[in-house]
């Protein structure tokens, strides 16, 4: 299988970004897949969570009201809204399927001024 992650760039404080993971060679719609993001510095951290049929999610506290994580099981894909994005967003996102141990290479988004 395979994750592949688009959809980072440089943005302004307050700006929004929509990161995208393709998904291939697995079943993508039995499996619940995760974006987490690493900043320079500091450890891997899961961002949010999405159940196999979309019904379930789950959030970091940093990120909870801003993010909005979603999936298209037609299209193989994982979606994360990112609104509000703050300096502190900052990092390499990556998709992951936890359960296959499935990562993608990761997309920066750099949020600066």
């Known amino acids: 299988g395979q994750l592949v992650e688009s959809g980072g760039g440089l943005v302004q404080p307050g700006g929004s970004l929509r990161l995208s993971c393709a998904a291939s060679g697995f079943s993508f719609s039995r499996y619940f897949m995760r974006w987490y993001r690493q900043a320079p510095g500091k450890e891997r951290e899961l961002v949010a969570t999405?159940?196999?049929?979309?019904?379930?999610?789950y959030y970091a506290d940093s990120v909870k009201g801003r993010f909005t994580i979603s999936r298209d099981n037609a299209k193989y894909t994982v979606y994360l809204q990112m609104n509000s994005l703050k300096p502190e967003d900052t990092a390499v996102y990556y998709c992951?399927?936890?359960?296959?141990?499935?990562w993608g290479r990761g997309t920066q988004v750099t949020v600066s001024s």
């Open positions: 992951n399927c936890n359960t296959l141990g499935y």
């Open positions: 999405i159940s196999n049929a979309g019904a379930s999610t």
